[in-house]
């Protein structure tokens, strides 16, 4: 978070948060079991993956609180968010699936079934894509952000589990 000049570190049951300027630890997000993957969003919010109780938190990035708890499928773990859209996508590791968010109001807006188990992803917001490794299958699920469809699946062979992804 360049602009607040803090670093957000998952593991466990929190995220801890760190003052880039000075190093030193300011604050504790008790987000919940198993937490993955943290993303944010206009608004000064948070949005973190909890795969050991499948739910997103929404957490308040000035007061380090949460907010709400959203609902996803089995074990959300990489998290991205679509700018153009306003839109969050947790990524549903063993669910196979990706659970869209509005940031705004935090109501699920679509929950999207994967070709197999989502690893990571990325958002493409000037082509409206959304690319999600498919680690099980060697391939990437490419959504269109607007449908919320899995329009194609791309095989990486001759890799293979893809894990991380960058745009």
């Known amino acids: 978070d360049s602009a607040a000049h803090r670093l957000y570190l998952t593991h466990g049951t929190e995220?801890?948060?760190?003052?880039?300027?000075?190093?030193?630890?300011?604050g504790r997000i008790p987000a919940g079991p198993r937490v993955h993957g943290l993303v944010i969003t206009p608004g000064n919010?948070?949005?973190?993956?909890n795969g050991g109780d499948n739910s997103v938190s929404v957490v308040d990035l000035t007061?380090?609180?949460?907010?709400a708890?959203?609902?996803?499928q089995a074990n959300p773990d990489?998290?991205?968010?679509?700018?153009?859209?306003?839109?969050?996508?947790?990524?549903?590791?063993?669910?196979k699936s990706a659970t869209v968010i509005d940031a705004k109001?935090?109501?699920?807006?679509?929950?999207?079934?994967?070709s197999g188990t989502a690893e990571s992803g990325q958002v493409d917001p000037e082509l409206g894509r959304v690319?999600?490794?498919?680690?099980d299958r060697s391939s990437v699920d490419v959504i269109d952000a607007v449908t919320h469809k899995?329009?194609?699946?791309?095989?990486?062979?001759?890799?293979?589990?893809?894990?991380?992804m960058a745009i």
């Open 63 to 67: 007061t380090l609180t949460v907010l």
């Open 105 to 114: 109001t935090h109501a699920v807006i679509a929950t999207i079934t994967l």
């Open 45 to 49: 919010r948070g949005f973190i993956t």
């Open 69 to 72: 708890k959203v609902p996803a």
């Open 78 to 95: 990489a998290i991205t968010y679509d700018a153009p859209r306003n839109a969050v996508y947790a990524l549903n590791h063993t669910g």
């Open 150 to 164: 899995v329009i194609a699946t791309w095989p990486v062979a001759p890799a293979e589990e893809p894990t991380g």
């Open 15 to 26: 995220v801890v948060v760190i003052d880039t300027q000075t190093s030193a630890v300011v």
């Open 131 to 135: 690319y999600v490794n498919i680690e």
